[in-house]
């Protein structure tokens, strides 16, 4: 009898929720310009409560001292001539579809597919993950809110792995060509390939065959052969996915910065109109009194007080949605006003999230949503919002913030050393190195490679110009 008795009891759990209005706000924060117009669009045709109506534009309060112009309301919002003919890089969307789809057709759990994802959207468009994967954990856990293992996430980008093009998801040129050698069929030639790549990269980076010869203990013919295996590789796998020219895709920037005058103007780029609650469901929520509404459960007065609610909500988070991104791209301009000015690379400061979350009080998830995927034009080109966001390098404590450098800076000093180079004589890493702490910047042999390999530039062996 004892152990057929029931009880009951009371529990206190502590649950952190999103309601509806959160989740719509949240999802809003993620969507680029041409989404968020094809958002309001299919809600003013589904909601009869939520109409469009020409008034004054809505500006936010502006407390940085810079002129603010939000267009989030304007249908005639269009990109100024000046910014007509900008260059444009893009990734490839096509790459990213591809990947996509072939993750769909992998015996994957929910959270293998979900990280896999999310690894997919972390690749450049050469098919490189930029990102370290011990890091991709709490990447994903700040930037999405989705917690994962680390084994899951290592399985995950194992998955990634398997995709073709092959060679996507490496995280460096030898891991990438290393994937593709998996794939060929069984072969001394593939065998000695891989061991080079493993074992002795740096070499072959300099086509120092003897090295190979001495250090892997093989004839200089097996070398040679795998060699030749290796050329016949694609360094970017990516790029060859879809890239003729009559498959570019075109950036809508989501904000546009005029520099012309005295104070940047900033103006969000969408061609959303003023959205209001329609008369007809104002007048009859205001009519309905709190019994009614109890009483007549299930009928038209339920159905008039669920689409003046959801108008109601609809207006109220993209309105969020629009000063959130306001707030970031301002305060963004506010800490590199130097670069808006000068559109000089060197006057990019050392900023991170944690400097516009102190400069705008906006949550550190907000403002990740806020730069993710979404791009600003400007006179001289469209950028990534992230583009504006750089860690310091080589920051010894006795440097300023102002002295410490930013990997764009790093970027900026190599692509200037190597294009002025001697391309019969190329410099090497190491001559680089020495070329730049000459200038006065004390960075290590091992940063000048790991910049000069994002920025896809070969090493001095495959410079050299005969």
């Not at 589904?46 to 109409?51: R, T």
Request: aromatic fraction near 6%; proline fraction near 5%; charged fraction near 30%.
């Amino acid at each position: 009898m004892e152990k057929n008795s029931q009880r009951l009891a009371t529990e206190q759990r502590q649950v952190q929720r999103l309601y509806q209005q959160q989740l719509r706000f949240v999802r809003m924060l993620e969507m680029s310009a041409p989404e968020l117009d094809e958002e309001v669009q299919r809600e003013m045709e589904a909601n009869p409560a939520l109409e469009a109506e020409d008034t004054e534009e809505y500006t936010p309060a502006d407390s940085s001292g810079l002129r603010i112009h939000s267009d989030w309301n304007a249908s005639r919002r269009t990109i100024p001539e000046d910014f007509s003919d900008i260059p444009v890089e893009d990734s490839s969307p096509s790459l990213y579809e591809s990947l996509l789809s072939q993750l769909g057709q992998l015996d994957l759990t929910e959270e293998e597919q979900l990280a896999a994802r999310f690894i997919v959207g972390n690749l450049d468009s050469n098919g490189r993950l930029q990102r370290d994967p011990a890091y991709l954990v709490n990447d994903m856990a700040f930037s999405q809110g989705i917690e994962v293992s680390q084994s899951v996430m290592d399985k995950a980008l194992e998955a990634v792995r398997t995709l073709e093009p092959h060679g996507v998801g490496a995280v460096s040129l030898a891991d990438c060509l290393s994937i593709q050698l998996r794939y060929l069929p069984e072969s001394q030639e593939r065998d000695d390939a891989l061991r080079i790549l493993n074992e002795q990269f740096e070499a072959f980076s300099m086509l120092h065959a003897h090295l190979l010869v001495s250090r892997l203990k093989i004839s200089a013919e097996r070398v040679s052969a795998a060699i030749d295996l290796i050329r016949t590789l694609d360094p970017k796998p990516g790029a060859a996915v879809d890239s003729s020219p009559s498959a570019t895709n075109t950036i809508i920037p989501d904000v546009v910065i005029d520099t012309s005058g005295k104070e940047p103007v900033i103006s969000l780029n969408n061609k959303i109109p003023e959205l209001r609650i329609s008369e007809a469901f104002t007048v009859a929520e205001r009519h309905l009194s709190r019994k009614e509404r109890d009483k007549e459960r299930g009928t038209d007065r339920e159905f008039i007080l669920n689409r003046y609610n959801d108008a109601k909500e609809f207006i109220r988070a993209l309105r969020m949605r629009q000063e959130s991104l306001m707030s970031v791209v301002t305060a963004i301009v506010k800490l590199q006003r130097e670069y808006f000015d000068t559109e000089d690379i060197y006057r990019l400061r050392p900023m991170m999230i944690k400097d516009i979350e102190a400069l705008t009080g906006q949550n550190a998830s907000v403002i990740s949503r806020c730069t993710a995927n979404k791009y600003v034009a400007l006179p001289w080109g469209i950028f990534p919002l992230r583009f504006f966001f750089s860690d310091t390098v080589g920051n010894n404590s006795g440097e300023t913030e102002t002295d410490a450098l930013t990997n764009r800076k790093i970027e900026a000093e190599i692509k200037r050393v190597v294009s002025s180079e001697d391309k019969k004589h190329p410099l090497s890493d190491e001559k680089i190195t020495q070329t730049l702490r000459e200038e006065g910047l004390d960075i290590s042999r091992r940063t000048v490679a790991k910049y000069r390999d994002r920025l896809n530039i070969p090493p001095a062996r495959l410079r050299k110009e005969v």
